[in-house]
Every structure is written in structure tokens, then in C-alpha cells.
């Protein structure tokens, strides 16, 4: 898993035209550099100067880290802490190996991060570690809750209503404030199948399935969602596990498993 993140790492490195090769081979290549929250470090390659900001640094069990970066554009000469203040942003946040910066880089100086800086670093958070979003935003967990609940119930109301779109929208608060709430997320799928907006739906049930892998509903919205698409290998790979990951409904999966079949029997 750990060598798999290296190899994101490098590929995001690559994609934002920072070269970890090239890095290593810098004629004034630093001693190793271990970066912290704050770090404004910068290096030299082809492109011109490549700057970067260290919003945080998450630490791995076996010693290494994840730096999260703020990434600027690349400039012609080299960036000093004040022109950075007025740099472009190139992605505001992106988690990299933090050993991808120990030689090449350059630490200039270190400034805490704004609440501006950290927009896309709280993003992250909220996606992928709701708990530590909340400490870190300092917001009550429990009116949080309170306001998604409000929001899907009246969202669900306007769904037996047949007010359809009005549903969406509403469905899209509670998702908005908790976006671990996987039963709003496949309720409002669910609609967007009702209108005939299958992509959408994929979109959601595949969100809900991140949120939630165990969800039945949605795994097998999921495949239904593919067979309408006209993905019929992909739908029926859904459906034959969906035969043994959900044996209760094996039938469900197994009667449309059939269908798929004959879809593709019959071109």
C-alpha cells in the first residue's frame, strides 16, 4: 500500500511538472529535507521554479509521511517568501510523499497557513476524515447532524410530493453538510433514476458505495444503472457478485443477471 502511494505520489508530482528525478540529479541538490506545516520550499528544473506550501504533515506508522501541498504555478526565477504571497495557485491541494522532497528542495522560509490556503486541505478532510474536519473547523458534530436531518427529511417529503427537482436540491444539503450521509445520497440517486438521469445516479450510488461498500441498494442500482448505460459487461459483472456478496437477494441479482445476458445474446 505504502509503495502504491509512492507511485501516486510521483505520478502527482509528474502531473503538476515537478520532476522527482530531476530533483535528485539538481547540481545544488540540498541535504535530505524533512518538511513541516508552514514550509514554503521551492526547486529548480526545466519548467522553471516550482514552489510548494506544506498546509500539514500526516505521519505513517512505518516512519513515513503524507505532506499535504498547496502547489504554486511555475515561475522563471526564483520565488522568495514575499512575491509567493501574490503567486498563482496551481492546485490547491494535493498529498504527496513527503520523502519526495528530500533532495532538490530548497526551504525559503515558513509562514502558517491562511484559512484561505487551507480551503482544499479542509475539503479533503471533510471527505475523507469527517471526525478530524470537525475538530480541525472547531464546528458542533451534532448540530451538524441536526441540520442533515432537517434538510433529508423535508427533501424526502418533497419526494412523495413528486416534486422531484425540489428534491434533489434539498437532498443535496445533508450531503453537502455530512458527506458520509449515504442514505441521502442514494435517495437522491434514486430520483435522478426517476427522471430518466442515469448518469447521475451512477455518480451518486458509486459515491454512496465509497461511503458505504456494504450497500446493497446501492450495488445493485449500481449494475442497473450500467445496463440501462448499455455497459452490459460491467452490469453483469455487478450482478454475478452481487449473487454472492448479497445472498439474501440473490434472486434480485440472479433475475437480472438474465436479463443482461439476453441483452447481449441479443446484440
Known amino acids: 500500500m505504502l509503495r502504491n502511494f509512492a507511485t501516486i505520489c510521483a505520478l502527482i508530482l509528474s502531473a503538476l511538472g515537478i520532476s522527482s528525478a530531476q530533483a535528485n540529479d539538481t547540481p545544488n541538490a540540498k541535504e535530505k529535507l524533512a518538511v513541516k506545516p508552514g514550509d514554503l520550499i521551492v526547486q529548480q528544473d526545466r519548467n522553471g521554479w516550482s514552489a510548494i506550501k506544506i498546509l500539514a504533515v500526516d505521519p505513517w506508522p512505518d516512519g513515513t509521511a503524507a505532506a499535504h501541498c498547496l502547489t504554486y504555478k511555475a515561475v522563471p526565477s526564483k520565488p522568495t517568501v514575499e512575491s509567493l504571497t501574490r503567486a498563482a495557485v ?93 442514505e441521502a445520497i442514494d435517495n437522491r440517486a434514486f430520483i435522478y433514476m426517476e427522471l430518466g438521469k442515469i448518469r447521475e445516479a451512477l455518480r451518486d450510488f458509486e459515491q454512496s458505495l465509497r461511503v458505504n461498500p456494504n ?5 445493485f442500482s449500481k449494475g442497473e444503472c450500467l445496463m440501462k448505460l448499455g455497459d452490459l459487461k460491467a452490469a453483469k459483472d455487478i450482478f454475478q457478485e452481487g449473487q454472492t456478496r448479497f445472498p439474501e437477494q440473490r434472486a434480485t441479482f440472479t433475475k437480472f443477471l438474465e436479463q443482461v445476458r439476453a441483452l447481449q445474446k441479443n446484440g
Open 215 to 219: 450497500g446493497m441498494a446501492a450495488f
Open 90 to 182: 496551481l492546485v490547491w491541494h494535493a498529498p504527496i510523499d513527503a520523502a519526495s522532497f528530500s533532495h532538490g528542495w530548497e526551504r525559503i522560509g515558513n509562514q502558517a497557513p491562511s484559512k484561505e490556503e487551507l480551503i482544499g486541505f479542509v475539503e479533503y478532510l471533510k471527505l475523507t476524515d469527517f471526525p478530524r474536519y470537525i475538530s480541525f473547523t472547531g464546528q458542533d458534530s451534532k448540530e451538524i447532524v441536526r441540520k442533515a436531518n432537517e434538510h433529508y427529511k423535508l427533501a424526502y417529503t418533497l419526494g412523495d410530493q413528486g416534486k422531484r427537482t425540489e428534491a434533489i436540491a434539498e437532498y443535496s444539503q445533508p450531503i453537502e453538510l455530512f458527506p458520509l450521509f449515504y
